[in-house]
T-cell receptor
Framework: GESVGLHLPTLSVQEGDNSIINCAYSNSASDYFIWYKQESGKGPQFIIDIRSNMDKRQGQRVTVLLNKTVKHLSLQIAATQPGDSAVYFCAESQGAQKLVFGQGTRLTINP | NAGVMQNPRHLVRRRGQEARLRCSPMKGHSHVYWYRQLPEEGLKFMVYLQKENIIDESGMPKERFSAEFPKEGPSILRIQQVVRGDSAAYFC????????????FGAGTRLSVL
């Protein structure tokens, strides 16, 4: 069945460093990918998305990379700040359909 | 422009009671999705609705769970005869019409079954 998984369940980085969160997906038919950030007690917050016809997309301090050959997605956060501490989920979908979420990576920032 | 509104934020029920979770999508959004999240896990899709139509309910348990999105009013996720295993956070998301499927999430309803 479809599945989206993450390589690492936790990631700890120094404040100011760059963070890279990875995600593997298995459904080659997925054409849309999203990264969400979820803080404790809150709902997922949209960060950035990318369609399957793209390899890279940049936002404010964040970059998403898509490697369709190995079905791999990554989220890069530049100059990580304390406010970036959260659980990060990747999700995939096909058109306007359900999102399939990964397990999540907990990002903690060391001062 | 209010976001996705869910209520109640917290709901406590005893086994056998009914739980009703409400979701008002963002203004202008016609697609509503419900997800369930257990502690330390990702969100699991339950159901996808448009006004007065269930589009995909492949993630809904066969019994006790139902969802609706009437022409007027919020979307409702209804759980009958709750059991302890129903304890979870239930999130609603909405999206506008279009090819991009950015789903905007509410703050969730945390259901505790005693």
């Amino acid at each position: 069945g479809e599945s989206v998984g993450l390589h690492l369940p936790t990631l700890s980085v120094q404040e100011g460093d760059n963070s890279i969160i990875n995600c593997a997906y298995s459904n080659s038919a997925s054409d849309y990918f999203i990264w969400y950030k979820q803080e404790s007690g809150k709902g997922p917050q949209f960060i950035i998305d990318i369609r399957s016809n793209m390899d890279k997309r940049q936002g404010q301090r964040v970059t998403v990379l898509l490697n369709k050959t190995v079905k791999h997605l990554s989220l890069q956060i530049a100059a990580t700040q304390p406010g970036d501490s959260a659980v990060y989920f990747c999700a995939e979908s096909q058109g306007a359909q359900k999102l399939v979420f990964g397990q999540g990576t907990r990002l903690t920032i060391n001062p | 422009n209010a976001g996705v509104m869910q209520n109640p934020r917290h709901l406590v029920r005893r086994r056998g009671q009914e739980a009703r979770l409400r979701c008002s999508p963002m203004k202008g959004h016609s697609h509503v999705y419900w997800y369930r999240q257990l502690p330390e896990e990702g969100l699991k899709f339950m159901v996808y609705l448009q006004k007065e139509n269930i589009i995909d309910e492949s993630g809904m348990p066969k019994e006790r769970f139902s969802a609706e999105f009437p022409k007027e009013g919020p979307s409702i996720l209804r759980i009958q005869q709750v059991v302890r295993g129903d304890s979870a956070a239930y999130f609603c998301a909405s999206s506008p019409l279009g090819l991009k499927n950015i789903q905007y999430f509410g703050a969730g309803t945390r259901l505790s079954v005693l």
